[in-house]
């Protein structure tokens, strides 16, 4: 019975690995032993523990090994994927132009070690204007899967040094399939200049591992660090200087898990920061938890006023799943307000927002740019008129929730590419009176929806952002984003240029995307606008666009 149970084991592991002819325990006479006749360990990566994969690669057997950037000590430990995170060798990074590495720099405890890459320009003597440089460095390794490995974040340690007054600073860091933008808030907008290092910590996303696809330890991934310096730049020039590049476990719930808001209930105490800005000082303005603001009288988040030109905000951060074949997620969110404006953006995408007297839950389509990336909504609740005087006003938040969602489908790398969910619109700015929105009223080209552009006074403007991710082409091939438009009074326009108008009616028309690496975001704009001498008329112009693809084009220009 005992020899019996050992050949049934061995065969089910000939069965997983394809080889079915010899029986367990023989080897061919002119061949290698057969598979498993050394030992059998795993069929698959669930047969393995934490951090762990199962290792077919070996015919005579199977064994569990650590993934990518884990070591075995007792158990798969993370020690990293980075080569030389601190910059003390030319060799393991890749340099752009304008950045540079001095393996033994060091000068001071304030770094974590010797080495550091400095991102310098040399100043712009005798060049008025505005210049825009950048400098990037960026090396390869591989990356494990998230479903083997665990949440993790970017680690870096720079300074600011010769910072002008009016210069800007930015970063752009891609690890894998998605790049981020300032994912660095000490390298954000006119930073101050610093003499010291100052350590930050940025989450990774799902599209920031190697696809759940792959198999094995892991997939080679790319990580690019690029910084980007706009102004007017005096001869004693702009320098960053990075000390510390480094993927990290960033301990405890310190990431949100892919498809989770870190306490969208608003029922625990992590996740939201709050922010209240009072006009005058203290005066009673405030954000924060609050017991049975929220759905069905539970607990949510409360934004408080307490006189005109206060300011009080709310954020939460998330993290984006990836799709789920060719359904996209959703984001949703109940808010109610009073008098003041009320203000919900995601990432910095405005978000559309339901009339919500009575309290609301509105749903949103989430735009492949922030599929599978670490994102915030943040909330703003402000009264700008007549600062000063007295008044009491509110807003409440709660239930933010990211669910796949069959609505929000992703056709040629567009999500909801003709409006058919039919949910609220994020990347929509408009004038008092116009609107943006998803219309069905029978006129649509493909489906029932389409979206509707319409301004109501001269010199208005209603605009919405088609935010897509750069593909990967062949060589020498560009994309572009298709779509279809009605604008027979010829005021619609796309990525600032006029869409070409043949009369009324639904045309097909593209726009080229820039030829930036993929993986980056591209924003695309549609706008209707009508600017004459005038401003403040009274007109009604309007038009449609549907049916958004991205499309392979040899004519556009190519990365």
């Not at 798969?76 to 601190?86: A, H, K, N, Q, R």
């Not at 049975?292 to 206060?310: I, K, M, N, P």
């Amino acid at each position: 019975m005992r020899g019996a149970f050992g050949a049934i084991l061995l065969v089910g592991c000939n069965s997983i690995l394809g080889i079915h002819d010899l029986p367990p325990d023989q080897t061919s006479p002119d061949g290698p032993p057969a598979a498993c006749s050394e030992g059998c360990a795993c069929g698959s990566d669930a047969d393995c523990g934490s951090h762990m994969y199962c290792d077919t690669s070996e015919v005579v057997s199977t064994t569990c090994r650590c993934v990518a950037g884990y070591t075995d000590q007792g158990g798969c430990m993370w020690t990293g994927v980075v080569t030389d995170p601190g910059f003390m060798t030319t060799t393991a990074w890749t340099l752009g132009s304008g950045m540079s590495i001095s393996p033994d720099y060091y000068d001071g405890s304030d770094m974590v070690d010797p080495g550091m890459a400095l991102a310098q320009t040399s100043g712009q003597m005798g060049m008025p204007g505005t210049q825009t440089l950048s400098a990037e460095v960026s090396q390869s390794f591989v990356m494990p899967r998230l479903s083997r490995a665990e949440a993790l974040a970017i680690e870096l340690s720079a300074r600011v040094t010769l910072n002008p007054i009016g210069v800007q600073a930015s970063t752009e860091l891609d690890v894998g399939a998605r790049w981020s933008s300032n994912a660095f808030e000490m390298l954000g907008a006119n930073p101050i200049e610093q003499s010291t290092f100052v350590r930050s910590q940025a989450c990774l996303g799902e599209a920031q591992y190697a696809p759940e696809t792959s198999s094995g330890s892991g997939e080679p991934q790319s990580l690019d660090l690029s910084a980007l310096v706009t102004g007017n730049l005096p001869p004693t020039g702009f320098e960053i200087d990075f000390d510390h590049l480094e993927i990290v476990e960033p301990g405890a719930n310190a990431c949100p898990v892919p498809g989770t808001v870190t306490n969208g209930s608003a029922e625990g105490s992590d996740g939201w920061t709050f922010g209240a800005y009072g006009y005058d000082g203290a005066d009673g303005v405030s954000a924060g938890y609050a017991a049975g603001v929220g759905v069905q009288g539970s607990r949510g988040v409360q934004l408080r006023l307490a006189e005109r030109c206060d300011e009080a905000v709310a954020t939460v951060p998330m993290s984006i799943a990836m799709p789920s074949g060719s359904a996209a997620v959703a984001l949703s969110v109940y808010h109610k307000h009073s008098g003041a404006t009320e203000t919900l953006a995601l990432s910095g995408e405005s978000l559309v927002l339901s009339s919500d007297s009575g309290g609301v839950l509105d749903t949103y389509c989430v735009p492949a740019a922030l599929q599978g990336s670490i994102a915030q909504l943040t909330a703003e609740l402000v009264d700008a008129s007549e600062c000063g005087s007295a008044l009491v006003e509110t807003a409440d938040l709660d239930d933010v929730v990211l669910a796949t969602d069959p609505g929000c489908m992703i056709v040629d790398g567009v999500v909801d590419p003709s409006f058919e969910s039919g949910y609220l619109l994020m990347n929509v700015s408009r004038d008092a009176g116009d609107t943006v929105a998803a219309i069905d009223d029978g006129s649509a080209p493909d489906g029932t929806h389409y979206l509707r552009l319409a301004i109501a006074a001269t010199c208005d403007t209603a605009e919405w952002d088609a935010q897509v991710v750069t593909p990967a082409q062949a060589p020498g091939v560009g994309t572009a984003l298709t779509f279809q438009y009605n604008a027979p009074s010829g005021k619609l326009y796309a990525k600032g240029s006029l869409v070409p108008t043949q009369g009324s009616g639904w045309q097909p028309s593209k726009v080229c995307l820039d030829a930036i690496a993929p993986g980056q975001t591209q924003s695309i704009s549609f706008y209707v606008t009508d600017s004459p001498t005038l401003c403040g008329a009274a007109e009604a112009v309007s038009a449609g666009i549907d049916t958004l693809a991205l499309v392979a084009d040899p004519t556009c220009p190519a990365f």
